[in-house]
């Protein structure tokens, strides 16, 4: 599986993005996708996720403002974010997890394929 991420920038506190990820290979419907973040000198997050059946999980952080949704005809992962603050500012990722213990949740360490990131930076 190979994953293709779009839609960072650069925007102001307040503001929204749209991210994308295009996922190539097969069996797309039945994997875990996710949102990962890391921002300098912190640990990669989970940001939210959403598996097969279509349940959806959020940080904490960004529950009420973001949404994440897929679209298994058209292979894709999508994350809308709203009221967007300083403290979101990391490299996100796309992510997809095959392995049976994690395709629920897409925890970190059950994750194995990542896209190669896109810069989300949000100014005060």
């Known amino acids: 599986v190979r994953l293709v991420e779009s839609g960072g920038g650069s925007v102001q506190s307040g503001g929204a993005l749209r991210l994308s990820c295009v996922a190539s290979?097969?069996?797309?419907?039945?994997?875990?996708m996710a949102w990962f973040r890391q921002a300098p000198g912190k640990e990669r997050e989970q940001v939210a996720s959403?598996?097969?059946?279509?349940?959806?999980r959020y940080a904490d952080s960004v529950k009420g403002r973001f949404a994440i949704s897929r679209d298994n005809a058209e292979n894709t992962l999508n994350l809308q974010m709203n009221s967007l603050k300083p403290e979101d500012t990391a490299m996100y990722y796309c992510?997809?997890?095959?392995?049976?213990?994690?395709?629920?949740?897409?925890?970190?360490?059950?994750?194995?394929?990542w896209g190669q990131g896109t810069q989300v930076t949000v100014s005060s």
């Open positions: 290979g097969s069996s797309y419907s039945s994997l875990c």
């Open positions: 992510a997809a997890s095959t392995k049976t213990f994690a395709i629920r949740t897409c925890p970190p360490d059950g994750v194995n394929y």
């Open positions: 959403v598996n097969s059946g279509g349940i959806t």
